[in-house]
């Protein structure tokens, strides 16, 4: 059985920083696009950011471009989420999700589950 687990995440003031890890396992992860969403209280999931697998290309949402980066080590089947100067609209809960699609809009069909970020004021 396919699993994803998240870990990284916490409590952090404004302005300050988190590295999310996500750990595949019981996959060919090298041939899985990889992305992160998050999901606030009384909110929708949304897409964060997506790293592709066949060309390594990298996608973000428009609210945290130039703030997050996301990266994977196919050789440890690990994708990372890096995030800087967190802002308190970042807080939710962060998810980990495999998709067969070489675009960040493809199916996410493994999912993990979850790693709470909260950013204070």
């Known amino acids: 059985q396919v699993q994803l687990v998240e870990s990284g995440g916490g409590l952090v003031q404004a302005g300050g920083s988190l590295r999310l890890s996500c750990a595949a396992s019981?996959?060919?992860?090298?041939?899985?696009?990889m992305g992160w969403f998050r999901q606030a209280p009384g909110k929708e999931r949304e897409f964060v950011s997506a790293?592709?697998?066949?060309?390594?290309?990298?996608y973000y949402t428009d609210s945290v471009k130039g703030r997050f980066t996301i990266s994977r080590d196919n050789s440890a089947n690990m994708v990372y989420l890096q995030m800087s100067n967190l802002k308190p609209e970042d807080t939710a809960v962060y998810y980990c999700?495999?998709?067969?699609?070489?675009?960040?809009?493809?199916?996410?069909?493994?999912w993990g589950q979850g790693t709470q970020v909260t950013v204070s004021l």
């Open positions: 999700a495999a998709s067969l699609s070489p675009l960040p809009t493809g199916s996410y069909i493994y």
């Open positions: 019981r996959l060919t992860f090298r041939r899985y696009t």
């Open positions: 790293i592709s697998w066949s060309d390594g290309n990298t």
